[in-house]
């Protein structure tokens, strides 16, 4: 494998791992970026190209799951957590996690398809974009004065289930999972933090279960020749995820969701006027 093949296999494991858990879109990033500038699917095919980017989604929930291994065991049974993670007690249960997921989890399965064939361009993403953005600013403005919910242990499962309904609208490419639930929660009075915290608990099963349905498609598109891309894009995606996470969730308490939304309104700017 030639140098620009890794070169590119870094690139987009970067921008997977950079954007995935921030509220600006990575599906939106990674066909823009590819899209537009590294053509990914002109070095295999667009199978192998399709199947890379499953592939480094995987090295962003390896992060995760890295991140928040205390909370997950605890979700297991297998550690016991107080509400503040440091010892007996844990409040967040399984269950409420459950009812978060199965809204986009429904949706998601009978509309995949039409998603697949119909809402993955440049130009649906300028539109998920701009309106994701809307609705983040409209959280920061409309929310409840103090939030009502500071960690994820005081959520109750009515909140679980709206906040899994707000992730529906992330079906559409560009909108954004954690850009749409965590709107959602700080809507619902929870803190950003808080809703932060419950978007990437739930991201993890969502986007591992989706990723190994779509890896037992197009296992046979891995092969030798192509190893070596999937495992660079795989590790360029855990390592800038793993930074990302910890720098976003010190991060959105103090900065709250105006300026993610103005990244996006000006990076569909930038695109609309002088990419397409």
Not at 211 to 217: A, D, E, G, N, R
Not at 250 to 260: D, Q, S, Y
Request: proline fraction near 4%.
């Amino acid at each position: 494998m030639d140098l620009w093949n890794i070169f590119v296999a870094f690139v987009l494991g970067l921008v997977e791992g950079l954007t995935e858990f921030a509220p600006v879109s990575s599906t939106g990033h990674m066909i823009i970026v590819d899209d537009t500038l590294l053509h990914s699917k002109e070095l295999f095919s667009p199978e192998v190209a399709n199947t890379f980017k499953v592939v480094i989604q995987l090295g962003s929930i390896l992060a995760a799951v890295i991140v928040f291994k205390d909370r997950f065991l605890s979700l297991l049974g297998l550690k016991k957590m107080s509400p503040d993670g440091n010892g007996p007690g844990h409040k967040l249960r399984l269950s409420q996690v459950i009812v978060g997921l199965l809204p986009a989890a429904v949706l998601g399965l009978i509309f995949e398809d039409y998603i697949d064939e119909y809402l993955f361009s440049i130009h649906t993403v300028l539109i998920g974009l701009v309106a994701g953005a809307l609705l983040m600013i409209a959280a920061d403005w409309f929310r409840p004065g103090r939030p009502k919910v500071t960690t994820v242990d005081q959520m109750t499962y009515k909140q679980a289930f709206l906040i899994g309904l707000f992730q529906c609208i992330a079906l559409w490419p560009g909108f954004s999972r954690s850009g749409s639930t965590i709107s959602g929660g700080v809507l619902l009075g929870l803190s950003h933090r808080a809703a932060s915290d419950f978007t990437f608990i739930m991201a993890v099963p969502v986007m591992a279960g989706a990723s190994f349905l779509s890896l037992l498609k197009h296992w046979q598109y891995i092969t030798a020749d192509s190893l070596p891309f999937f495992i660079v894009g795989f590790i360029s995606a855990f390592l800038f995820a793993l930074l990302a996470i910890r720098f976003f969730l010190k991060l959105i308490n103090r900065i709250k969701l105006v300026p993610f939304a103005l990244y996006r309104i000006a990076l569909a700017a930038v695109i609309y006027f002088f990419i397409l």
